[in-house]
């Protein structure tokens, strides 16, 4: 069956710090798709990455970065030197190739980050 | 360079009464699908459609709830009969080809509250 958990629900950091999320799935597909989102407060969900199984080079975009693990199932997402800016709650999605493409959602982290 | 297009941001309703959502897709998108944003219960899959013709409803509720996308205008989530337990966020997300690794792109959603 197929799963994403991200296990912490939220997270307050202060404006600066370095901050990671985790996503770990389950899948029985060799070939797969994960995905963040970020929810701001306005509440539009906005695309950051997206990543095939098949890839597992991780990926820095400005301050945002990305390890992909197949060993462990995870494919987790850095923050470094956050800002307010980044106060959203962030989600991980699975894709699996037999399955119509849809979206396989976590529950989100709440990410707090206070000046 | 519009984005994914959904109207009403927001919607409320009184029990029994019908909600109408609309979507219009990035320009160039064919695939539509549509979430459903439960508080508590994170972001659910609801049916994928291309033009004129449902994928994939396996996420929509057996009663009440239907969608289309017609070969000219928006796609439409219907919900008739709308009861307090149908109060959510609704999102609806565009993709240009088939595949898994497409991206979704989601517009601003629809908050429908149920009086």
């Known amino acids: 069956a197929q799963k994403v958990t991200q296990a912490q629900t939220e997270i307050s950091v202060v404006e600066k710090e370095d901050v990671t999320l985790d996503c770990v799935y389950e899948?029985?597909?060799?070939?797969?798709?994960l995905f963040w989102y970020k929810q701001p407060p306005s509440g539009e969900l906005v695309f950051l990455i997206r990543?095939?199984?098949?890839d597992e080079q991780n990926e820095i975009s400005g301050r945002y970065s990305w390890n992909f693990q197949k060993s462990t199932s995870s494919f987790n997402f850095t923050i470094t030197a956050s800002q307010v800016v980044d106060s959203a709650v962030y989600f991980c999605a699975l894709s699996e190739a037999g399955n119509n493409r849809k979206l396989i959602w976590g529950l989100g982290t709440s990410l707090a980050v206070n000046p | 360079n519009a984005g994914v297009m959904q109207n009403p941001r927001h919607l409320v309703r009184r029990r029994g009464q019908e909600a109408r959502l609309r979507c219009s897709p990035m320009?160039?998108?064919?695939?539509v699908y549509w979430y459903r944003q439960l508080p508590e219960e994170g972001l659910k899959f609801m049916v994928y459609l291309q033009k004129e013709n449902i994928i994939d409803e396996s996420g929509m509720p057996k009663e009440r709830f239907s969608a289309e996308f017609p070969k000219e205008g928006p796609s439409i989530l219907r919900i008739q009969q709308v009861v307090r337990g149908d109060s959510a966020a609704y999102f609806c997300?565009?993709?240009?080809?088939?595949?898994?690794?497409?991206?979704?792109?989601f517009g601003a959603g629809t908050r429908l509250s149920v009086l």
């Open positions: 997300a565009s993709s240009r080809d088939q595949g898994a690794k497409n991206i979704q792109y």
């Open positions: 990543r095939n199984s098949f």
């Open positions: 320009k160039g998108h064919s695939h």
């Open positions: 899948t029985r597909d060799t070939t797969y798709y």
